[in-house]
């Protein structure tokens, strides 16, 4: 079960965290791997890891804000190596080199572009670039990964990322209802407080983080992959429009 064999995938952002997670992973199931970021040596690192476990991988180093681009890169890959069955929107601004906690109140209207840009826009460009080819070869997985923070409240200054996330959770559940005749489904991933100790900071203050998960942990990116894994195989073909929560228990639903 959920071998991804013969199956192609993107992932954004996947040149560290969460994302290079998520690609190890698919690959790891068999997936051939489409490595997205926009730093070049991160995207190269990611595949360097996916070959060495025995996998394929390649690089695509594009900004997902920026639709032309999104199209460009998918049309290559799709020409070079196989039509993409999987994209994984990935690509934040809510990791390792995120944001300041700002409330809206402290906000300016320019704040706010940036958060909706990369963690909404940034997903529709990507969608928009694959459903065709998905729709017309009658499979496709949309998984866009997004936060707690677009499904509760908090009080922390969270609000424009919330906003986006949020955005990005109604956008996956009516793209599902307007793709499930045509073999495509499109679920979000929810994630709580996720790991940094990838980029090597601030071992204490993970630990107290920690006591505020019910699990006991933050989350890895093996969970996140793990997830994503799933909602990608065969066999997650009737769960669509679903945000899957994958917080350590942080937010019950
Ligand atoms: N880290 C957390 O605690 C946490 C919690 C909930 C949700 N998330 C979400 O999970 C996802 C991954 O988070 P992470 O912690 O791995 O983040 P990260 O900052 O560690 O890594 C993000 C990667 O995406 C790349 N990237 C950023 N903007 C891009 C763009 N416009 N185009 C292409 N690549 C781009 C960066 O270069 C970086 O390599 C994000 O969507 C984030 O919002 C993270």
């Given at each position: 079960m959920f071998a991804l064999d013969g199956r192609s995938a993107m992932v954004t952002?996947?040149?560290?965290g969460v994302g290079a997670g998520i690609a190890r992973l698919l690959a790891a199931q068999g997936a051939i791997v489409a490595v997205n970021d926009l730093d070049p040596e991160r995207a190269e690192h990611t595949c360097a890891e996916i070959r060495a476990a025995g996998g394929r991988a390649f690089t695509t180093v594009f900004d997902v804000t920026d639709p032309q681009a999104a199209l460009l890169a998918v049309r290559t890959f799709e020409r070079a190596v196989a039509p993409i069955d999987i994209l994984v929107n990935?690509?934040?601004?809510?990791?390792?080199e995120g944001f300041r906690p700002t409330r809206f109140r402290q906000s300016?209207?320019?704040?706010w572009q940036r958060f909706a840009d990369v963690n909404l826009f940034g997903v529709m460009a990507c969608t928009k670039a694959v459903l065709d080819g998905m729709c017309a070869r009658r499979f496709g997985r949309v998984i866009t990964i997004a936060s707690a923070a677009g499904v509760s409240g908090q009080s922390f200054g969270i609000s424009l990322y919330g906003a986006a996330k949020g955005g990005a959770i109604a956008f996956m559940r009516h793209l599902a209802m307007e793709s499930a005749r045509d073999g495509v489904t499109a679920n979000t991933v929810a994630l709580g407080l996720m790991d940094p100790r990838p980029s090597g900071r601030d071992l204490a203050h993970t630990a107290e983080q920690a006591k505020h998960i019910p699990v006991g942990r933050l989350g890895t990116p093996q969970d996140a992959g793990a997830t994503c894994v799933f909602l990608a195989?065969?066999?997650?073909?009737?769960?669509?429009?679903q945000t899957i929560q994958v917080n350590g228990g942080a937010i019950t639903t």
């Open positions: 952002g996947a040149g560290q990935n690509a934040g601004n809510g990791g390792a300016v209207p320019e704040d195989s065969d066999e997650a073909a009737w769960i669509t429009g």
